[in-house]
């Protein structure tokens, strides 16, 4: 475990070309993170997040000369976007160039790439001098972590390095979308919102289906879960664990701030401080319905939905 800075940068730049693994800091959650041209250093964080085969890992890059090295094709709408929001919480899904193993994709033929916010993240990308695969440093199906407290013991045992930088600004996985197709589809609700995106391209994103054949495979519908269960209340019960807006009754209750990024800021925190406290259930007071909402509700939905068999 080591403080973020440029020394530590430099170990953990020497832990991913020695094939290793390395727990980073992004601004969304923190990554776990492997050189993403390296097939044994993917196999070994499929393997410590308990990830399926099937689903694909974000390649990280530290500018957009990298991230067009890493793909067969760059649109316009990818230089619009990667203008407007990188270094950012946004992810683009492009066709795949041959520097990118079919082992970091999950065979297809195309890859997610961003430019993270962390300046750390981005320096061990500039001192590797190779793109960067991390999903979040979570076991499979668990709650993404945005401070190093969060990290799954299990999973630390088979990590070579962690990078300390505190508490994740944003709190939520980044905007996942799709510019692989006919026309550009939003795959995953995050940081940057639908109507901002939709603004730089001047033009609607469509939404995959939620059922049916998945275009981005990780995006199961149970994902981002508690240990304990996790249930949506219009008003939180006096002492039962929980979120609320109001003021906690109770020491098992968390407020949680009125506005949405905040919200998504403090989200998996305060998710994770419940189950560390071991309760069985977490009661969570729906919030707004407005478009801003569009990211945390996602989360919500998919951390209350019932297990896949
Ligand atoms: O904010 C984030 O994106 C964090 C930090 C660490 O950068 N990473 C993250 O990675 O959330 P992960 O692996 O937990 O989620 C990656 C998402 C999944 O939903 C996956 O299916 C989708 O990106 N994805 C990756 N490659 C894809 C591809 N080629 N086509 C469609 N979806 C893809
Ligand atoms: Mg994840």
């Known amino acids: ?9 430099q170990e953990a730049a020497r832990v991913l070309a020695e094939g290793g693994v390395a727990v980073l800091p992004t601004e969304t959650v923190y990554g776990l993170a492997c050189d993403a041209t390296n097939p044994a250093a993917i196999a070994k964080v499929y393997a410590a997040k308990g990830r399926p085969g099937t689903n694909p890992l974000i390649v990280h890059v530290d500018s957009i000369e990298m991230a067009m090295r890493c793909v067969s094709e760059w649109p316009l709408r990818a230089q619009v976007l990667s203008e407007r929001f990188w270094p950012g919480p946004l992810t683009l899904v492009l066709p795949r160039s041959s520097w990118i193993p079919l082992e970091a994709t999950a065979k297809l033929d195309t890859v997610a790439v961003r430019v993270p916010a962390s300046r750390w993240f981005r320096e061990v990308i500039r001192l590797l001098g190779r793109p960067v695969a991390a999903p979040s440093a979570n076991p499979y199906m668990g709650l993404s972590p945005t401070r190093v407290e969060h990290l799954d013991p299990e999973l630390l045992k088979l990590v070579d390095l962690v990078l300390d930088d505190g508490p994740s600004r944003l709190g939520l996985e980044s905007t996942v979308v799709d510019l692989s197709g006919e026309s550009p589809a ?9 109507a901002e995106i939709e603004s730089a391209l001047g033009g609607p994103l469509n939404t995959p289906p939620n059922e049916g054949p998945a275009r981005s495979p990780g995006l199961h519908r149970r994902h981002y879960s508690p240990k304990a269960r996790l249930e949506l209340v219009d008003r939180l019960a006096p002492e039962r664990p929980g979120l609320g807006f109001g003021p906690p009754v109770g020491d098992l209750q968390i407020e949680m701030p009125l506005d949405p990024e905040a919200y998504g800021a403090a989200l998996y925190d305060a998710l994770h401080r419940l189950d560390q ?21 996602d989360r919500l939905r998919r951390a ?4 896949e068999p």
């Not at 939003?186 to 639908?194: K, V």
């Open 277 to 297: 406290l071991g309760v069985s259930a977490i009661e969570v007071e729906a919030p707004p319905e407005s478009p801003e909402w569009e990211a945390v509700w």
């Open 186 to 194: 939003l795959l995953r609700p995050g940081g940057i919102s639908r």
């Open 304 to 307: 209350v939905a019932p297990a």
């Open 1 to 9: 475990m080591l403080k973020a800075g440029e020394e530590a940068a």
